[in-house]
């Protein structure tokens, strides 16, 4: 097995009285034709209760497979996690089966994908699909199995042909008054006008805006304690980013979920979250609040990704730009990844792996402070 990370360690994790979810020294590994890919090595990060916190990174840093690995959803056919733990309300994820995974996936931790179009089904009315999960979330409160939730269930017998394969599709159930009056708060919830006209709508009938909000209000419908959000705004213009990413922290701050939020904009994080968490090449190198991090960047990749960011006028300058691009994740560094990239780089940097130290406001892995 490959070592979670080099003898120079990781900080650890301080589990707070209002932790939600704490991530322990995860390494996850994908199988590929040219080996194996280290896609997280030895991560440790803790989501608060109530609280946004931001993933960001360049693409292929391990945002995503992180996200999957708290909801249980990395593909079984070539991944596999080495080592680590993840608590969520005091249960260890990992160890459970598929069917308890099942339980929480949902009502305990939801996740909203970063495309809403391949997330929603294309041949489905918005009832039916935000109706289902409506409808499993008060299965699973109320003990009863899911066909007890309907009001109406078609039997097998009243179709004929190919017809008969689409009987247990939730657009062939008929839902109570209670869920359709659900329905219509849940839209409401996330400011879509008319929702009464949208129920009746399919996905492709929508604008991508309405589409992610449509997305929202089906994670939300779940009462979800955490809700993590893939790129939610990289299909929107900018308008509507501005809105969906107002309307979610909105929804943050007066309901009880926490929002994890994966981005590579520097700009959308600083929008909405409270701290943030930066990751290069599968391992968390700067952690802090907004204000912390936005006025006293410490890692020289944090300082690059703020370089990038658009001035207020052409007399700032060119945008910035980090030369090279992200190492070979089949490598198992005992050494800083990014010291090919860093225009800090020292000869310690080439042949030691840096900790992660700091405390709780502010934490950094780079050799320039310790």
């Not at 990370?5 to 034709?33: H, I, K, N, Q, T």
């Not at 199995?145 to 179709?159: G, I």
């Not at 052409?314 to 030369?323: A, E, Q, R, T």
């Not at 560094?333 to 310690?348: H, K, L, T």
Request: with cysteine; proline share 6%.
């Amino acid at each position: 097995m490959r070592n979670a990370r080099p003898s120079s360690g990781a900080r650890e994790v301080v589990v707070r009285e209002d932790s939600l979810c704490r991530v322990s020294y995860l390494s996850v590994d994908y199988r590929s034709e040219d080996g194996e890919v280290h896609a997280l090595s030895s991560v440790s990060l803790e989501i608060r209760r109530k609280e946004i916190l931001a993933l960001v990174g360049e693409s292929g840093c391990g945002k995503s497979t992180l996200a999957l690995s708290i909801i249980g959803l990395l593909p079984a056919q070539n991944s596999r996690i080495l080592s680590g733990q993840i608590l969520f309300e005091g249960k260890d994820l990992l160890s459970l089966s598929g069917k308890q995974m099942q339980k929480i996936r949902g009502t305990g931790i939801a996740m909203i994908f970063q495309e809403p179009l391949s997330a929603l089904h294309p041949v489905l009315k918005i009832r039916e699909q935000l109706g289902e999960a409506i409808s499993i979330r008060r299965s699973r409160q109320g003990g009863h199995s899911l066909d007890q939730v309907f009001s109406y269930k078609p039997r097998a017998s009243e179709f004929r042909g190919p017809l008969k394969r689409l009987v247990n599709l939730p657009s062939r159930r008929r839902y109570p008054k209670e869920v359709e009056d659900e329905m219509i708060a849940s839209l409401k919830l996330v400011r879509i006008p008319d929702p009464e006209r949208i129920l009746n709508q399919y996905p492709f009938e929508l604008s991508g805006g309405m589409r992610q909000r449509v997305a929202i209000a089906m994670a939300l419908s779940e009462n979800p304690g955490l809700l993590i959000a893939d790129e939610p705004t990289t299909a929107l213009d900018v308008t509507t980013q501005a809105q969906v990413l107002r309307l979610m922290k909105e929804l943050a701050e007066k309901g009880e979920t926490s929002l994890l939020i994966i981005t590579h904009d520097l700009g959308v994080a600083a929008q909405v979250a409270d701290r943030i968490v930066v990751m290069y090449a599968g391992e968390v190198v700067e952690e802090a609040t907004i204000q912390e991090l936005f006025s006293r960047p410490l890692h020289p990749y944090t300082k690059a990704l703020l370089a990038c960011l658009p001035k207020g006028s052409k007399k700032d300058g060119p945008l910035g730009s980090i030369p090279g691009s992200i190492p070979d994740l089949r490598k198992s560094f005992e050494w800083c990844p990014f010291v090919e990239r860093c225009q800090y780089a020292m000869e310690r940097c080439g042949r030691e792996h840096p900790a992660l130290e700091g405390d709780e406001r502010h934490s950094v892995s780079c050799f320039l402070y310790s």
